[in-house]
């Protein structure tokens, strides 16, 4: 099936994995499972039957709508597989060397770092990662039984780690705020964005084989092997809930209490609502309404950030049309990152020592200049914006040297000594194949 939205765009959505390019449920609740592939041709196998559960995007009102299986495969996986040489090399490069091996450009450093990872992560041991996602858990478990079925008693594939993630009614990660909110329009893909203001962007930006941004189209050798499909980074990032309260309990002020200390770090206040629709009071009406709580831009109501700060987590990782070093929208991602763990209960200051966070994921066909870009040129540096070495307050690699600005008048904060409250547990790197890249992997003969 085709779908054409303009005469020039077609994106060929029954090739597509639906997980690309369809927005996951809420609530929402999901598996991930790494399976390590012991002889290539039982991964062909393997591969083959997989085909049996994933599903396109071509049907969104089909009965799998809102449950489905995606597939995809690291570059251990592919070259474990038998891929030659000469077409793993059409790759991008970022993916070729695997994240662990990009650690000190990601800001992935001391406890971050990938000798501090979560087995099996960053290892070159997962080679094919299964993910099952469902509205409810009772749903998950029948894909999850679908997608186990795939490999279960297969010589020479192991299971070898499993996270179960969620996303609550009120989409609310970890630290309190609503996720899930910020979400690109493509070109072609019949799926609109959520930013009215922001225009759609072209294909290429998200899927291999059509012209991007810049006028490019990527294609692998052979062609089959790419087109159609895209690249996935997961990355298991660990929140410190408990040190992000004290921090705003610590460093709140009467100007600036806890919660709109929260927003002008986050640059929305955890309802969700936009602190460039409602600076001075929360919204959390606005907060809910999908229609209105990402329609804005900065650069004509805020240049300096008066109400957005320039150095908050949602203006650095977008800064839409605000005036920054390069062009934005060369640097768009789709995410589809959902929560892991237990909520700590409300009020808690202490940590109760478990594990929660984040199972970030990216999606997109440029790693290098969208994921990896953002990462270490706008989380994790602030010299596009004129802030210098400042990070991201919310999830930058901060140490006791690292600040914040609130720009304000008369005089802007400053606060100082920003703790690290995210801390990277591992991830990898995937290439997510179109459904006939997968068929012809299967049939692969080495
Ligand atoms: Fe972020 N959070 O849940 O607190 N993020 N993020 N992110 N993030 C966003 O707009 C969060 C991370 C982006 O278009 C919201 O959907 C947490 C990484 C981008 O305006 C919230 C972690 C990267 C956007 C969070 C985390 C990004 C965005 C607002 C880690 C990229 C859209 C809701 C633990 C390298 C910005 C929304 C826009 C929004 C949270 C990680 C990128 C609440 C906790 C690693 C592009």
């Not at 969104?60 to 038998?82: N, Q």
């Not at 992935?108 to 770092?113: I, M, P, V």
């Not at 970030?360 to 990896?372: D, K, S």
């Not at 990277?424 to 179109?434: D, K």
């Amino acid at each position: 099936m085709r779908v054409a939205e303009k005469a020039d765009i077609a994106l060929e959505l029954d090739d597509i994995q639906s997980g690309v390019l369809r927005p996951r449920p809420t609530p929402y609740a999901s598996t991930y499972i790494a399976l390590r592939i012991d002889d290539a041709r039982a991964g062909r196998e393997l591969l083959g039957r997989v085909l049996k559960v994933v599903t396109s995007a071509a049907n969104p009102t089909s009965p799998l709508a809102d449950t489905w299986a995606s597939v995809a495969l690291t570059y251990p996986g592919l070259k474990t597989l038998g891929v030659p040489q000469q077409y793993l090399d059409s790759f991008a490069w970022e993916f070729r060397q695997g994240m662990a091996a990009r650690a000190a450009d990601l800001g992935d450093t001391g406890e971050s770092a990938p000798e501090n990872w979560e087995e099996p992560l960053g290892k070159s041991d997962i080679h094919v990662v299964l993910v099952a996602v469902s509205p409810d858990k009772q749903r998950l478990e029948e894909v999850v039984a679908r997608a186990r079925s795939v490999y279960e008693g297969m010589q020479g594939i192991k299971a070898i780690w499993r996270q179960d993630c969620h996303a609550l009614p009120t989409d609310k990660e970890p630290f309190g705020f609503r996720d899930g909110i910020s979400h690109p329009a493509i070109e072609g893909s019949g799926i609109p964005g959520t930013n009215p203001k922001e225009l759609p962007f072209k294909a290429g930006e998200f899927v291999i084989g059509y012209p991007d941004e810049m006028g490019s189209i990527q294609k692998t050798e052979p062609e089959i092997l790419g087109r159609n499909g895209t690249y996935v980074i997961f990355r298991k990032l660990h929140q410190r809930v408990a040190d992000f309260r004290k921090f705003l309990k610590e460093n709140s002020t009467n100007v600036e209490g806890e919660e709109l200390l929260a927003a002008k770090m986050m640059g929305r206040w955890r309802s969700g609502a936009p602190l460039a629709l409602c600076p001075l009071h929360d919204n959390p009406e606005l907060g809910a309404d999908p229609k209105r709580n990402n329609n804005f831009l900065y650069e004509a109501d805020d240049a300096v950030g008066l109400h957005t700060p320039g150095g908050s987590h949602i203006r650095r990782t977008n800064p839409r049309d605000a005036s920054i070093a390069g062009v934005a929208r060369i640097h768009r991602m789709i995410r589809r990152g959902t929560a892991y763990g237990t909520m700590l209960p409300e009020g808690t200051l202490e940590d109760d020592g478990a594990d929660r966070g984040l199972m970030f994921a990216f999606v997109g066909a440029h790693p290098g200049r969208q994921f990896e870009f953002v990462q270490s040129q706008w989380v994790n540096d602030g010299v596009f914006f004129g802030a210098g070495a400042d990070k991201d307050p919310i999830i930058g690699s901060n140490d006791s040297e690292s600040s914040f600005t609130v720009p304000r008048k008369p005089v802007r904060r400053r606060l100082q000594g920003l703790p690290r409250f995210v801390v990277t547990r591992g991830g990898e790197y995937c290439f997510i194949p179109g459904l006939k890249a997968l068929r012809w992997l299967a049939d692969f003969e080495t």
